[in-house]
């Protein structure tokens, strides 16, 4: 018994409890009297640490599994790296999920961030003001930079500085410019290069030392492009006066060219110079022949900010504030648009080999495209806006400039980007075709797609250039229809995915469509409260104001004779075909969505209350509350029998009810969820969701397939999304990547990005507590507070921006001051905002406006006492009437609503 027990205590002590049990065991047999107790005690003690030996072996090979996965995981983001910034982030994220110590891989993520994107090589500082302007010389090794304070600096290829020419207002310099340099030229033979801006002088520079040789030409109004024409034996400039005018070198003006009503905001030579085209702020972009005479005007219907012929000098490229770039023939043919942009389109020019376009916008990204409009590249390495591109001669090197007070020269990646079979944003809304074979879906990628129930994508419907909000198919099925955020709806071949006509008109973004069972008649709703009754041909019937804020929620009822238009007003109005109000419900706060019962005697709506109630059609009156959801419910649709319907909430669960308001099954996506809809059969139903996916279900719940996802995009469903709003002008653009935000804490902690993350996440809490005076005001102060914190630890370029953030936070503070009717302290936010963001004053402004409640003169007359701002915001609303018209819906949106609002517009 002896020698079983002392072997038994050293495999023991060796850690080996497995054989020492069997030892212990052995020992047992030969054990007497109080022997058996000890040998007992430790055969029970052996058998704990063999359990806990197998938990720590368990717990080491999980662990390693993980490591190993997220080893794997972030070995793949670098490959993704190079050809999809955003990828890239997102599967190094899932990496760190897997292992959240791994400090590897938390650094792999700062670099693809920092980086900001694969290809850019040297960064070019511009005295800290942003870039306007950016131009290679001729023989491709240096490049010039045109800056906000109008200095002019030219560096080489490696990011050495060639030469400064400093500006005038900022640094004294005689010679220099007084204002922003818009523009830059070289010469044909790179011997000088000119430069123009703000303060509307043509300077000319030594190439090779920037020594100043003279003012070429002076054009009395701020100047914003200059192009030296093909034979080098005149130059044009374009100009704040409205004309473009042609120079010979000796400063004479030899034509002048006026078409446009405003401001001529780009010009340029046809190659063989038969041509000039100009481009404004008016929308129009004009063709010119050399004798002066106006060849051809096309209408872009937004501003347009640049333009260029192509080397054939057959096509026309041009630049938009629609966020897109379009190509043109000369015959005024639209040939393609480039649509993927979520900012104004800033530049856009041809490859020097006109096989590739290159886009520069307001979304803080370049994109290279080919010319059949397919995208090739993101240029994702600006943390504020891209104002202007540039492509060196020789064909090796893309150039972009902007906001961020820096210039970046970048490798031409022309590895044509994936395509993949997804939405890349939130689907906000999901129909099913007529027949049930179909689903169409439509989100904030500007992008509606038709899939199979397969889930195999058939066809993009591309043309819309801001986010759509509905979707449908007419009733034969062979044609699809969408509407949205760009003011137009679109009726498209449901088969080729062809635009077959655009309903334009709209004057605010359009919330929802709706289409008549028999095909005859179109109704839209928009977000002024508008309705407008279309034909089946397309043709506007009736126009009328239904509503005092957004019609969020639209359907025909099944006699055909009436429709429903739901409100963030909180109402329901069912109206017949005449235009006429035939019934009002009443609800206790907004409506997101509805639907009829089949055989029209009721009416169910979801909104902001967490409830779906079902409302009688006869009397108006409700009829049951349906308890279930814990968020908003944004989606309600009856089968086709109308015993069951289904539910989608922001709380991310769908639910299956029946008609007594039993939930009878219930789906939990990541995110929320924004719209349902139910096949003709009643056999399966569709979800759309803020995590871009759309996924079928049947009716016992059961997942039938995902829309949306690939191989390459599963490793981002290892992720919630979760979407940071309002991040745009934080450095890296982190909303673009869909990374979630306690990734992101964990990678940078109090990091300046850390904190103004932490800072944003109050801030969206601050503003979803509109209702709550209170605890918004607290939420708004730690906003503040962080973002300061994160200001002090940032450098004096990256300032600039986290100011932006704060004048954000500042500008909600004061909403939500107004909302609840606290103008004067409204007043004193909006003030405090100021000193962060002057711009802001456009919404002290507004503040002065619903204080006045309408009454201009008195409104003016008090911002005009505020300081030498308001006559700069007062311009800025006359000259963009759309931030008016924005401004002024916001008080509608809280129920401040001017009692004499269409003097109010009048006057302005």
């Not at 490798?411 to 939130?426: A, E, G, I, M, Y």
Request: charged fraction near 20%; proline fraction near 2%.
């Amino acid at each position: 018994m002896k020698n079983f027990f002392t072997t038994g205590r050293k495999l023991y002590d060796s850690g080996q409890a497995d054989h020492a049990i069997d030892q212990f065991k052995a020992a047992r047999i030969c054990a007497t009297g109080a022997q058996l107790d000890s040998v007992d005690a430790w055969i029970a003690r052996s058998n704990m640490a063999y359990i806990e030996n197998l938990t720590k072996a368990r717990d080491e090979a999980q662990s390693n599994a993980r490591r190993a996965a997220a080893t794997a995981l972030a070995s793949k983001a670098w490959n993704a790296y190079r050809t999809d910034h955003t990828l890239a982030l997102r599967i190094a994220a899932a990496a760190l999920k897997n292992d959240p110590g791994n400090t590897d891989i938390q650094q792999t993520i700062r670099s693809i961030v920092n980086a900001g994107a694969s290809f850019y090589r040297v960064t070019l500082k511009s005295q800290e003001f942003a870039v306007y302007a950016l131009a290679f010389s001729p023989n491709s090794k240096s490049i010039a930079l045109g800056t906000w304070d109008g200095s002019v600096i030219c560096y080489d290829l490696t990011g050495k500085p060639v030469f400064q020419a400093l500006s005038a207002s900022r640094y004294f310099m005689p010679n220099g410019h007084s204002g922003t340099a818009h523009a830059l030229a070289w010469s044909p033979d790179g011997a000088f290069l000119l430069s123009t801006g703000l303060d509307g002088v043509v300077k000319k520079w030594e190439a090779g030392t920037g020594n100043f040789l003279k003012n070429v030409a002076r054009v009395r109004a701020e100047t914003y492009d200059l192009e030296i024409s093909p034979d080098g034996n005149n130059f044009l400039t374009a100009s704040r006066d409205s004309a473009v005018r042609i120079w010979d070198w000796n400063g004479k003006t030899l034509k002048t060219l006026r078409g446009h009503i405003s401001d001529v905001n780009a010009a340029c030579y046809a190659p063989n110079q038969q041509y000039i085209a100009t481009a404004g702020k008016d929308g129009l972009m004009i063709v010119w022949d050399t004798a002066g005479n106006i060849v051809r005007r096309f209408d872009h219907h937004a501003v347009v900010n640049s333009v260029v012929f192509s080397s054939d000098n057959q096509m026309i490229l041009t630049g938009c504030a629609d966020n897109t770039a379009k190509l043109w023939n000369l015959d005024g043919t639209l040939l393609t648009t480039y649509g993927g942009h979520g900012g104004w389109v800033r530049s856009a020019i041809f490859s020097p080999d006109g096989k590739y376009v290159l886009t520069g916008s307001w979304d803080n990204t370049a994109k290279i495209w080919s010319i059949d409009g397919s995208e090739i590249n993101t240029l994702a390495g600006h943390w504020e806006k891209v104002e202007a591109v540039a492509w060196s001669p020789d064909n090796q090197n893309i150039a972009t400039g902007g906001y961020d007070f820096t210039a970046k020269l970048w490798d031409v990646p022309l590895n044509l980007k994936q395509t993949l079979n997804r939405h890349t944003s939130s689907i906000n809304t999901v129909t099913v075709s007529p027949d049930g074979q179909k689903i169409l879906t439509g989100g904030q990628d500007l992008v509606a797609k038709i899939w199979g129930t397969d889930a195999n994508l058939q066809q993009d419907l591309t043309g819309h250039t801001d986010e759509l909000y509905a979707v449908g198919f007419l009733p034969d099925g062979k044609k699809a229809i969408t509407a949205g955020k760009d003011r137009t709806v679109r009726i498209w071949d449901a088969a080729t995915g062809k635009g077959i006509k655009i309903l334009e008109g709209h004057t605010q973004a359009i919330g929802d469509i709706a289409c008549s069972s028999d095909g005859k008649w179109i109704a839209t709703g928009e977000h002024n409260g508008f309705i407008r009754l279309y034909d089946a041909e397309g043709n506007v019937v009736k126009t009328w104001r239904g509503h005092k804020k957004r019609i969020t929620a639209m359907q025909f009822a099944p006699d055909n004779q009436h429709f429903v238009t739901g409100s963030r007003d909180s109402t329901a109005v069912i109206w017949n075909i005449e235009g006429a109000r035939t019934q009002t419900i009443v609800n206790d706060t907004w409506i997101n969505c509805l639907n009829y019962t089949p055989d029209g005697k009721f009416l169910y709506t979801g909104g902001r209350e967490y409830k779906i109630k079902r409302w009688r059609i006869s009397d108006a009156m409700l009829d049951k509350i349906f308890y279930g959801h814990t968020e908003e419910v944004y989606a309600v649709a009856v089968l086709p029998k109308g015993d069951k319907l289904v539910s989608g909430s922001w709380d991310g669960s769908a639910k299956i009810w029946d008609t007594s308001g039993v939930v009878l099954q219930n789906v939990v996506h990541a995110d929320a969820i924004f719209d349902a809809a139910v096949s003709p059969k009643g056999d399966y139903f569709v979800t759309g969701s803020r995590d871009n996916i759309a996924r079928i279900y049947d009716l016992n719940g059961k997942l039938l397939n995902s829309i949306g996802i690939d191989e390459e995009q599963n490793y981002a469903q290892l992720l919630k999304s979760t979407a940071i709003e309002n991040l745009n002008s934080l450095p890296f653009s982190f909303i673009r990547y869909g990374i979630p935000l306690e990734y992101l804490e964990m990678v940078f902690s109090d990091s300046p990005e850390g904190l103004a993350l932490q800072a944003n996440e109050f801030l969206k809490i601050g503003k979803s507590q509109i209702e709550n005076l209170e605890s918004g005001l607290v939420s708004f102060g730690q906003s503040q507070k962080l973002y300061l914190e994160a200001r002090q630890k940032v450098s004096a370029t990256a300032v600039h921006h986290l100011d932006s953030c704060l004048a954000e936070c500042y500008r909600w503070q004061t909403n939500h001051l107004i909302a609840n009717r606290k103008f004067t302290e409204a007043l004193e936010s909006a003030q405090a905002g100021l000193q962060y963001y002057p711009l802001e004053y456009l919404h002290i402004f507004s503040v002065i406006t619903a204080l006045y409640a309408g009454k201009y003169d008195m409104a003016l007359s008090k911002a005009l006492s505020l300081n030498d701002q308001a006559l700069h915001t007062i311009g800025f609303y006359k000259d963009y009437k759309e931030a008016f018209d924005g401004e002024l819906y916001y008080f509608h949106e809280f129920g401040i609503f001017c009692p004499d609002e269409e003097r109010f517009l009048k006057k302005r």
